[in-house]
């Protein structure tokens, strides 16, 4: 476990150290690709090395019973919302990288799945942490769970400061038209629930990478799999 713990606050935390404090420095040092270079390969071998200690660690006993229907049931709704968060949060995606100017996806409504959060990618992430931690609460599970969603939720909150500085004005009015977290907009009256629709190409493909995704798990039966298998 202690390998595991070792793991996790690399991967965590060289995401933030480069994503944040030391990427201005480091980019007017070494150039943006090299800096690019660097952080995607510190990125993958922290990423295989928490794999490989979590692939290790004792499991240990779950602390609860994961295995009830009502957590069953709840886990696999918000694998199905983060599902279609994913894939629709690749296109039109105003926080994807821009350098040099705000990219020209900051004046598009916010609709679809950016209704919902205007971090759907980061989301994503973090209720498939959630998820996992509902239904399958082992001690290791939940360490590599919970630095998933420390990541997503930290990341998304830090790419929001970042963009505050970089874009002034024009990421200050797309966070005033939309929320941090999931569904806040509607349930504050700022946004009509309709808005958060996505289409429908967007919510099929999101059901087809739910229902592979949940059936690709090593022979266990997730999600709604564990009735039908």
């Not at 679809?112 to 239904?135: E, K, N």
């Not at 830090?158 to 038209?177: M, Y």
């Not at 999931?182 to 629709?197: E, M, V």
Request: aromatic share 12%; net charge positive; proline share 7%.
């Amino acid at each position: 476990m202690t390998e595991l713990l070792l793991a996790c606050i690399a991967f965590v935390g060289t995401h933030f150290l480069l994503s944040h404090p030391l990427r201005a420095p480091l980019v007017g040092k070494m150039g943006e690709g090299a800096f690019l270079g660097i952080y995607s390969l510190i990125a993958l071998v922290t990423l295989l090395w928490m794999a490989y200690a979590f692939y290790m660690a004792p499991k240990g006993a779950p602390l609860w019973n994961g295995w009830s229907d009502a957590l069953w049931i709840i886990s696999t709704v918000l694998m199905l919302l983060a599902s279609i968060l994913f894939v629709g949060s690749h296109k039109g995606n105003p926080a994807a990288p821009s350098p040099g100017k705000p990219p020209e996806s900051l004046g598009r409504p916010a609709d679809g799945v950016f209704a919902i959060t205007r971090h759907p990618m980061m989301w994503s992430f973090a209720l498939w942490g959630i998820a996992h931690i509902m239904v399958m609460p082992t001690p290791a599970n939940i360490v590599l769970a919970a630095s998933i969603i420390i990541l997503a939720l930290g990341g998304s909150y830090g790419q929001d400061r970042k963009k505050e500085k970089l874009l002034g004005e024009a990421w200050a009015a797309w966070e005033a038209r939309t929320s941090y977290f999931p569904f806040a907009s509607q349930l504050s009256g700022k946004a009509p629930w309709s808005a958060t629709l996505p289409s429908r190409r967007l919510i099929l493909i999101g059901i087809i990478l739910w229902l592979v995704a949940t059936l690709a798990h090593g022979g266990i039966g997730a999600g709604i799999w564990r009735w039908l298998l």
